[in-house]
């Protein structure tokens, strides 16, 4: 199983970005999938995370700007990313959690993606 990150890059403050994250081999199905950042210097943490029949959980730095969803028969989540502030500049992590392959129930991360936010 592979996770596949795109969608980060150089934004202003204010401005909009959109992340994807595709996950791809032979999977049977994925339980939650989900969003993680972590800026220099500081721990990972949680951006959102969207269970398999889409309800959704927000750290608060992010609630009412960011909205995440995902496309079950793609197996992509996304991330929408409006009124980007400085303090959201990180680099992001797709993550998969629960992903059924016929090797059993795994979790995977992806190769995160560099969001920059410029003041």
């Known amino acids: 199983v592979q996770l596949q990150a795109s969608g980060g890059g150089l934004v202003q403050a204010g401005g909009s970005l959109r992340l994807s994250c595709a996950a791809s081999?032979?999977?049977?199905?994925?339980?939650?999938m989900g969003w993680y950042r972590q800026a220099p210097g500081e721990q990972r943490e949680l951006v959102a995370t969207?269970?398999?029949?889409?309800?959704?959980n927000y750290a608060d730095s992010v609630k009412g700007r960011f909205t995440i969803s995902r496309d079950n028969a793609k197996n992509t989540v996304y991330l929408q990313m409006n009124s980007l502030k400085p303090e959201d500049t990180a680099v992001y992590y797709c993550?998969?959690?629960?992903?059924?392959?016929?090797?059993?129930?795994?979790?995977?991360w992806g190769q995160g993606t560099l969001v920059t936010v410029s003041s």
């Open positions: 081999g032979s999977i049977f199905s994925i339980n939650v």
């Open positions: 993550s998969s959690a629960g992903v059924q392959t016929w090797r059993g129930r795994h979790n995977y």
């Open positions: 969207i269970t398999s029949g889409g309800s959704t």
